[in-house]
């Protein structure tokens, strides 16, 4: 690795993390440009496309700055770039604790135990379909967790169906979010009890601080 390693970076920032079990802690946050899926219920379209090429070591200096003992690698698709190996890397090396946000599309086995990875799959009405991240599962440790967004009734079917197919609730920690303005996190909360389900409900904590058309929050 040198200074010359570079990733494109949409943006970089200070915040309180908004979601996993992580939600409530302090965050240093760096937002990769670029992701091959295009969900329906996206709310970072802006990181798509654009950005600014930084080496490695600028963007171990931005997050340094922020003094927090969490970084969260995120999206677009983090684990689209061939170079965000080696910034996990820079910054374990500097003490820091990493997350990793996914969709689970791409392959996770270099980060495996490396950060806490969390893993989106794919629920229909994202408009996506989830297929590597089943293949993936079997590259996870207990301590990652499992993501669905829901937002529908059919989505909530489907996501249930997963994980008993796939014994996650007993592998992972597991986390249903109801996508943001399309289910109410009300409907979903009720689902979950009548069904005695258990996994964990999440909402976006970020939007409830600051608004749903925020960035870099």
Request: one cysteine or more; a neutral charge; aromatic letters at 8%.
């Amino acid at each position: 690795m040198t200074d010359e390693t570079r990733l494109k970076i949409t943006e970089i920032f200070h915040s309180i993390q908004g979601e996993s079990t992580l939600a409530g802690e302090r965050f240093s946050f760096v937002r990769l440009t670029g992701c091959p899926l295009r969900c329906t219920y996206c709310d970072t379209t802006y990181s798509y496309s654009g950005g600014k090429w930084m080496t490695i070591t600028e963007i171990a200096a931005e997050v340094a700055s922020h003094r927090t003992r969490w970084v969260c690698l995120t999206g677009g698709e983090p684990l689209a770039h061939p170079n965000a190996l080696p910034l996990v890397k820079r910054l374990l090396n500097e003490g820091k604790k990493l997350s990793i946000e996914t969709g689970g599309e791409e392959d996770v086995t270099p980060y495996t135990g490396l950060a806490r990875i969390i893993m989106d799959i794919k629920t229909p009405d994202s408009g996506e379909k989830a297929d590597r991240c089943f293949a993936n599962l079997a590259h996870l440790n207990a301590s990652d967790e499992i993501k669905f967004v829901v937002c529908s009734r059919q989505d909530y079917e489907w996501s249930k169906d997963i994980c008993r197919r796939y014994d996650l609730v007993r592998r992972f920690t597991v986390l249903f979010s109801p996508a943001h303005g399309t289910l109410p996190l009300k409907s979903l909360a009720e689902w979950m009890l009548e069904d005695r389900l258990d996994v964990r409900l999440q909402t976006q904590l970020h939007k409830h601080i600051w608004g749903s058309s925020s960035i870099g929050v």
